[in-house]
C-alpha cells in the first residue's frame, strides 16, 4: 500500500431505465491485466445509454466511438470501459448460474462503478455507497501508472464482493475471523471462475500448464500488475510473488488466534486477505479434481477446464442454497458446500470436496456423513435471516476501546452457532483488529467524512467507534478491498 490521495465520491441517481431494455454493445476488456495480455473487444449485453445495464453503472459515462466502447489505452476512457464491461460481465456470470438476478444489498439498483477514485495501490467494494472503487498509483520501480480499474481480475474481485454482500449481507458486518476471509476468498474465486471463460486466457493456461492445474499458471496468479506495483513500492516482496494472492498453496487450517497477523508467501496470517488463501486453495485443488476427471474421460485440456470452471460455477451459486445466513466458521462453511453438491448435483463432487476439505484440515473425518443443513434462501435481508449476539469487550487488551459493545449476526434459528463460542471469537478477532489499528477511534459527537474511513495507507478501517446516550459501541464500515 502507499498513502492515499481519494477525490471522494457521492452516489448520483442511475441515468436510464432500469430494466435490460438496452442493446449489446462492445467494450474493450482486459480479463487479465497489462502485464499478462493485451485488452481486446467483449460484447456486453442489454446496454443502454450511460452506458449502464440493469445492475452496473459507470460513474462519469462514456462518449462510444462509431457506436462502440473501445478506446486506445491512452484515452482516459479506456479505464471505465475496461472496469464496466468487466463488472457486468461477473454480474451477468453469476446471475447465469444462480438462476435469478442478482439483488444488491443496497436500495439502489445498480452498482456503481468508479473507474478513478484518487491514488493508491487498492480497490474496494463499499455498500454505503453502492459502489465499487478503483485507483491509479505510480509503480516506483518501472515509473508506470498502474490503474486497478484496468485488470479484469482485479474487477471480477471487488464485484464479487458486492455479489456476496447481495446474497448475504451479515457476512460482511461480521467480527469473527472467517467470514471476512471468506469474502476476500470468494472475490478471488470470482475473478478465477469469470477470467476462464475468455476463451484466450483459456488457451493461455493450456499453453502453460497442459492441463495440469497444479502448475503455475495466470488463472491461479491473481492480479499480476497490481501485486507487482504493490511489491516494487514496499522495496520488497510482500504479496508472495509477482500476484496479489496465487490459488496454488498447500496450507493447512490453523487457528487464527494462533497466527501472526499478515503472514507470509509460505504461512497464513489472520489478516482477512492471508486467511482467505486456505480457501482459495482448496476451492483451486477441487478445480484440478473436477479437470483430472474430464482429462481421465478422454477430453482435451481446453474442454476439460472449460467444463470444471462451469461446474465450479453451478457449484457454488447451489451453495447459496445450503450456506449460512450469519457468524460461520471454514468447517461450517466447507459443510455446507458438499451438501449443496449432494442436494443439488446429485453428489457428483461431494467425494472430491470431502477429501481435498480433509485434507487441508478444514473438514475433520465423518464431517459429511450425515449432512442435515436445512434449505436457505438465496436472497433474505440480514433483518430477516439473523439475529443479532450482542458482545461486550472488557479487558486491557481492548485499550481504549475496552467498554465498547458490538454485534455479531447469527442464523435466526441459532442452530449453527452457540452464542458463547460466538463470544469468545469475536473478542479475540476484534482485539487483533484493534492491535492492527483497523478500528477508527472517534470522539463523541464527531462528524466523520468518507476521507477519514481510511488510515494513512490507504487501508479501509473495518470498524468505527460510534456513541449513543454516552455508551461507546464499534459498528463495522461495510467495506470489502
Partial sequence: MIAATRTGFTPKAS?????????????????????????????????????????????????????QYVYPTTDPQYHGAVSFAACARTVETFSKALGHPINWAFKSPQLNVIPDDGEMLNAYYQRQNHSLHFFHATDTKTNQVVWSSDSGEVVSHETGHAILDGLRP????????????????????????????????????????????????????????????INDNAGKNVTGGDWTR???????????????????????????????RLWTGAIWDVMKGMTDGYLQQGQKPFDAIRQADNDMLNLYANLFKTAPQGNFTY?????????????????????????????????????TDHLS???QPIFKSQDDACRNVEVKLDGPQFGKFSGASVEEPVDADGSLSKDDDVKQQVQSNVARLIADNRI????PGQQL?????????????????????????????????
Avoid at 466447507?334 to 476439505?357: C, E, P, S, W
Avoid at 477508527?440 to 470522539?443: G, H, I, L, P, R
Fill in 331 to 367: 468447517r461450517t462453511m466447507a459443510k455446507a458446500l458438499v451438501q449443496a453438491d449432494k442436494q443439488y448435483d446429485n453428489g457428483k463432487y461431494a467425494d472430491l470436496i470431502t477429501k481435498v476439505f480433509t485434507a487441508r484440515q478444514i473438514l475433520q473425518p465423518g464431517d
Fill in 15 to 67: 441515468a436510464g431505465p432500469t430494466s435490460p431494455s438496452g442493446q449489446d454493445a462492445v467494450f474493450v476488456l482486459n480479463p487479465q491485466d497489462a502485464v499478462v495480455m493485451q485488452p481486446g473487444p467483449f460484447t456486453v449485453s442489454d446496454v443502454s445509454d450511460g452506458p449502464h445495464t440493469e445492475k452496473v453503472v459507470v460513474q462519469g459515462g462514456l462518449k462510444p466511438v462509431s457506436g
Fill in 373 to 375: 443443513l436445512p434449505p
Fill in 449 to 481: 467524512k468518507q476521507a477519514d474511513y481510511f488510515d494513512n495507507k490507504g487501508r479501509p478501517y473495518l470498524g468505527v467507534v460510534t456513541w449513543q446516550d454516552g455508551k461507546m459501541a464499534i459498528q463495522h464500515t461495510d467495506i470489502a478491498d
Fill in 170 to 229: 451479515a457476512y460482511l458486518s461480521s467480527w469473527s475471523s472467517d467470514p471476512p476471509a471468506f469474502h476476500e476468498s470468494f472475490g478471488d474465486v470470482m475473478a478465477m471462475m469469470v477470467t476462464l471463460q475468455d476463451d484466450t486466457v483459456l488457451q493461455k493456461l493450456v499453453d502453460q500448464t497442459g492441463g495440469d492445474l497444479s502448475k503455475p499458471n495466470l488463472v491461479a496468479n491473481l492480479g499480476e500488475q497490481l501485486g507487482i506495483a
Fill in 440 to 443: 477508527k477511534w472517534t470522539e
Fill in 246 to 276: 496465487n490459488a496454488i498453496n498447500d496450507f493447512t487450517w490453523i487457528d487464527p488466534d494462533t497466527l501472526s497477523k499478515s503472514g507470509d508467501a509460505t504461512h497464513l496470517g489472520s489478516e482477512a486477505h492471508s486467511f482467505s
